[in-house]
């Protein structure tokens, strides 16, 4: 796993837009990069984190991506495409690279499977709505073909839209399309196979 890790750079004095960001990064100015750091970091740690499965390859992910951003950034070419689906075309690839590294370990017998696909996150998530249904949605994730889970991650972690999910994950904005429908109808379906499962005197006393 890369340990490396960007500069640690002053404050901007003002907010501009990502590609204005990535135009300044690519002068080597690092206020620049602590600014897309603060604006973007959460959500590409949650993107890697519930791909992946643990906050500690998240972490490493995030790093990579962020010095991937300062080595690269000249490379960014705006009448191509928004920045930020080219950042977060960067964390799918790395994401991608880290699963299949992975494999390739277990493969080799380095590693447990019950520690590689553990996570220590906390669960912060059940704040939002019920915690069953959090626990369901989470479990139903991990279940889900890896590239139907990514379009579903960069949907709803990362908030980008039905094109910018397709340049990101190199594909059409079709089969955006379908991997979003499948995704969810088989996660509404888990949801409703528990709630119908639940025992009626349970679901009576909530």
């Excluded at 709630?195 to 349970?202: K, Q, V």
Aim: charged share 30%; hydrophobic share 40%; with cysteine.
């Amino acid at each position: 796993m890369s340990q490396a890790r960007v500069p640690e750079p002053a404050g901007l004095p003002e907010r501009f837009d990502d590609e204005e960001l990535l135009a300044r990064i690519a002068a080597g100015e690092q206020p620049a990069l602590r600014q897309l750091i603060d604006r973007h970091g959460r959500g590409l740690q949650l993107l890697a984190a519930r791909y992946l499965g643990g906050a500690h390859e998240a972490e490493d992910v995030v790093q990579d991506v962020f010095f991937s951003v300062w080595n690269n950034a000249k490379r960014f070419d705006p009448a191509k495409g928004r920045a930020t689906t080219w950042i977060y075309r960067i964390a799918v690839n790395r994401c991608i690279d880290v699963k299949r590294w992975r494999r390739f370990r277990l493969f080799l017998g380095f590693d447990d499977t019950d520690d590689v696909f553990a996570s220590d996150d906390p669960p912060a998530d059940t704040l939002i709505g019920s915690r069953q249904e959090l626990a369901i949605v989470r479990a139903g994730l991990d279940t889900l073909p890896e590239r139907q889970r990514m379009a579903l991650l960069l949907r709803a972690v990362a908030d980008l839209d039905v094109t910018s999910i397709a340049e990101a994950m190199g594909t059409s904005a079709g089969s955006v399309e379908q991997l979003l429908v499948r995704a969810r109808r088989t996660l509404r379906a888990r949801l409703t196979k528990v709630g119908e499962s639940e025992p009626r005197d349970e679901r009576l006393s909530k």
